[in-house]
């Protein structure tokens, strides 16, 4: 996941346009990736996943990227609407491990 | 709603109580976690069941005791808590332990220790 800082990283979209939220990881043997969605007050909620032999998947205005080659890994979401405003994280599992490495998380703030 | 349901949802203890969080899956899953989310940190493991086993324990304080009677049902012990231990309580749950198995969360334990 994305290394632990103090701040919050944010992104401001305007409505209507796409955001493009990303995600650095540095173990070369995860290979199951899934982005989550935490609104205020609730739990992390499953957006979408992607296995490492996968460099693309899409659900619906939801698509994920994962480049191997950098460890990295995206959310592109579409038409963001402002019921999209919420911290998006992403998790990674290694290879037979058997928990979930979690990012820090990135807020992301609709504008009208 | 994900199918994993969180009691309470809001709770302020003092250092010297005792209380116990309650989390429920309706998902017919066999694995169960406990995390703990707080201010400028990643969600940190705390515990895994698995059918009903513990089968990790990510360096937790004596003080969180967690109990899972069943495989629907995970509890989360608490006595002399200190104020850092504040922080959001998540449960989640996932059809079994390891491979590509998506947890599902609930909505988590706002506490507060005084």
């Known amino acids: 996941g994305e290394s632990v800082g103090l701040h919050l990283p944010t992104l401001s979209v305007q409505e209507g346009d796409n955001s493009i939220i990303n995600c650095a990881y540095s173990n070369s043997a995860s290979d199951y990736f899934i982005w989550y969605k935490q609104e205020s007050g609730k739990g992390p909620q499953f957006i979408i996943d992607i296995r490492s032999n996968m460099d693309k998947r899409q659900g619906q205005r939801v698509t994920v990227l994962l480049n191997k080659t950098v460890k990295h890994l995206s959310l592109q979401i579409a038409a963001t609407q402002p019921g999209d405003s919420a911290v998006y994280f992403c998790?990674?599992?290694?290879?037979?491990?058997?928990?979930?490495?979690f990012g820090q998380g990135t807020r992301l703030t609709i504008n009208p | 709603e994900t199918g994993v349901t969180q009691t309470p949802r809001h709770l302020v203890m003092g250092m010297t109580n005792k209380k116990s969080l309650k989390c429920e899956q309706h998902l017919g899953h066999n694995a169960m976690y406990w995390y703990k989310q707080s201010a400028k940190k990643p969600l940190e493991l705390m515990f895994v069941y698995n059918f009903k086993e513990q089968t990790e324990n990510n360096s937790v304080p004596s003080r969180f005791s967690p109990e899972c009677p069943n495989s629907s049902h995970l509890f989360l012990h608490l006595h002399t808590l200190q104020p850092e231990d504040s922080a959001l309580y998540l449960c989640?749950?996932?059809?079994?332990?390891?491979?590509?198995?998506?947890?599902?969360f609930g909505p988590g334990t706002r506490l507060l220790v005084l």
């Open positions: 989640a749950s996932s059809q079994r332990v390891g491979g590509e198995e998506t947890q599902y």
């Open positions: 998790a990674e599992k290694d290879r037979g491990a058997q928990k979930l490495v």
